[in-house]
C-alpha cells in the first residue's frame, strides 16, 4: 500500500516536472525574443523572424495545453464513452481524407484495405476517430516522402482489428516500452518532429483501454512500425 502510494506520488511528480519543463522553454524562448525586440537589441528590420518563432511557440503551448485538458479528461474512474454502432470503414476514409493535404506535400500515399462494404462496431464514434488521428498523424510525420501508409481492416473472433501501417523510421527496441507514456519521445524521432508534446499515443491507449479493448506496436528500426487495436464486431443485423 505505502509502496504504491509512492510510486503513485513520484508519477505525479516525474508528470509535474515534465509539464514544467515543456511549458518552461517556451514560454523562455517568447520572453526572450519580446525583451529583445522592445530594448532594440533586436532591429525592427529583423523583428519578422522573431515574430515566426514566437508564433511558432505559442501554437506548441496551445497544442499542449489542449492535449494535457484532453488526457486530464481519463482518469483513473475512467471516461464517459458516448456508444454508438457505425462503420468503421467510413470513419477511417473520412479521417484518412483529413490528411490530403499534407501527404500530397510529402508525396505519402495512404492506401486502405477494409473488409466488406462496411464494418459496424460499438464505440464512441468521436473518440476512436481521434486514434485514427492520433496514429496517422504519427505514421505521416516519421515517414520519409513518397512512402505508403496502409490502413488495414481485418475480422477475426467476434473483433475488429484496425492496422496503421508504415515504412518510416521505425522505433528503437529500448523505446518500445516508453511511448505509451506521456511526454515521451524517442531520440530518433526528435530530429524529425520538434513540434510533438508526446501526449498522441498516450490518449490513444487511455481511448482504447477505456473501450476495454487493446492497442499494440510492432516496430523496426530503419524498417517501419505497425499499430494495431481491436474493437467490438457488431453484427450487421444487430440494433
Ligand atoms: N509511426 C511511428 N514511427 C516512428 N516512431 C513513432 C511512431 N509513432 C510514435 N513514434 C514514437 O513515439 C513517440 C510518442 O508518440 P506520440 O504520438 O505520443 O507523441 P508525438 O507524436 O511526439 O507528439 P504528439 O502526438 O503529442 O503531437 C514519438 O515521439 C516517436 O518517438
Ligand atoms: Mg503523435
Not at 172 to 188: A, T, V
Amino acid at each position: 500500500m505505502a509502496n504504491e502510494l509512492n510510486t503513485l506520488e513520484d508519477d505525479q511528480r516525474k508528470f509535474v516536472s515534465n509539464v514544467s519543463h515543456d511549458f518552461r522553454s517556451p514560454l523562455t524562448s517568447i520572453k526572450g525574443y519580446v525583451e529583445a525586440m522592445l530594448d532594440g537589441t533586436i532591429p525592427t528590420e529583423n523583428q519578422e523572424k522573431y515574430l515566426k518563432i514566437i508564433l511558432f511557440e505559442t501554437e506548441r503551448l496551445n497544442k499542449l495545453t489542449e492535449s494535457l485538458l484532453e488526457l486530464n479528461k481519463y482518469g483513473k474512474r475512467g471516461v464517459m464513452l458516448d456508444i454508438s454502432k457505425f462503420d468503421i470503414n467510413h470513419t477511417i476514409k473520412m479521417t484518412a481524407q483529413t490528411f490530403e493535404g499534407i501527404c500530397k506535400d510529402k508525396r505519402i500515399s495512404i492506401e486502405l484495405i477494409l473488409t466488406g462494404q462496411t464494418l459496424f462496431t460499438n464505440a464512441d464514434i468521436s473518440k476512436i476517430q481521434r486514434v485514427i488521428y492520433n496514429l496517422l498523424d504519427n505514421a505521416i510525420k516519421f515517414s520519409p516522402p513518397g512512402s505508403t501508409i496502409t490502413v488495414e481492416t481485418t475480422v477475426k473472433n467476434e473483433k475488429i482489428f484496425v492496422s496503421v501501417n508504415d515504412r518510416g523510421i521505425g522505433i528503437p527496441k529500448e523505446s518500445l516500452g516508453k511511448i505509451w507514456e506521456r511526454f515521451y519521445k524517442s531520440d530518433l524521432s526528435r530530429g524529425k518532429d520538434k513540434t510533438g508534446t508526446g501526449l498522441g499515443l498516450a490518449i490513444a491507449r487511455e481511448i482504447v483501454l477505456s473501450h476495454k479493448e487493446n492497442i499494440n506496436v510492432i516496430s523496426t528500426e530503419g524498417v517501419g512500425t505497425k499499430f494495431i487495436f481491436s474493437l467490438p464486431l457488431c453484427n450487421q443485423e444487430d440494433e
